[in-house]
């Protein structure tokens, strides 16, 4: 069965320090693969996608994220967090008949000053 | 500002009761997709139309429906709703009926007491 995991429910990191959320996927096909973000109160909004080419993508607000077909992982990254990260994040798949989405369980991010 | 909208925000209402949630797509946009958004559960694909036409379906209990109208808004309809039904529900909006990345609304917070 398709699912996502994301292993990690909440992480802490201080202002300005580096980051990476882990996503693993499993999908018998190609993924289409997503990270949505949302902060409280506030609907879901795309940072970026992966449909195919160049393995490594790059999204809004300076996040990036690579694929890698061989561990089933999609981990987005970003060099530098700022407090306004602070959200929760979603790993999404997708390539399923009628474009449906299916989310991991989120990963909250909390930013030390 | 994703360009999806979704009214009301917020929805109280009783066990036993009926209840419409209402969402307009993107300009141009012709899928819509409704998630439940539960903390149990998670972010759970609920069903998804396109141009007017039921194109696929996810966890929807029997007590659910929805539809979408020629102005392509779309409606999603809760019935003899329980306390397990409170959640966020989101509408997301894409210009084909699969493989596209979604845009999500601010969702609707519907409160069963």
């Known amino acids: 069965a398709q699912s996502v995991t994301q292993p990690d429910i909440h992480i802490t990191v201080s202002e300005g320090a580096s980051l990476e959320l882990r996503c693993n996927y499993s999908y018998g096909a190609t993924p289409y693969l997503f990270w949505y973000v949302q902060s409280p109160g506030q609907g879901l909004q795309l940072l970026l996608k992966y449909f195919s080419g160049d393995t490594l993508v790059q999204g809004i607000k300076g996040f990036e994220a690579e694929f890698k077909r061989s561990q089933s992982s999609f981990n987005l990254r970003k060099p530098s967090v700022h407090w306004s990260d602070a959200a929760e994040y979603f790993c999404?798949?997708?390539?399923?008949?009628?474009?449906?989405?299916?989310f991991g369980q989120g990963t909250e991010l909390s930013v030390k000053p | 500002d994703s360009g999806v909208t979704q009214t009301p925000k917020h929805l109280i209402t009783a066990t036993g009761q009926r209840v419409t949630l209402r969402c307009s797509p993107r300009?141009?946009?012709?899928?819509v997709y409704w998630y439940q958004q539960s903390l149990d559960q998670g972010l759970q694909f609920l069903i998804q139309?396109?141009?007017?036409?039921?194109?696929a379906k996810g966890n929807i209990l029997e007590r659910f429906s929805a539809q979408q109208f020629p102005d392509l808004h779309s409606e999603l309809n809760l019935s003899s709703l329980e306390l397990g039904d409170s959640a966020l529900y989101f509408c997301a909006s894409s210009v084909g009926p699969g493989y596209n990345e979604q845009f999500f609304g601010p969702g609707t917070r519907l409160t069963v007491l």
């Open positions: 139309y396109y141009n007017g036409e039921e194109r």
């Open positions: 300009s141009g946009d012709l899928s």
């Open positions: 999404a798949v997708g390539g399923f008949q009628g474009g449906k989405l299916i």
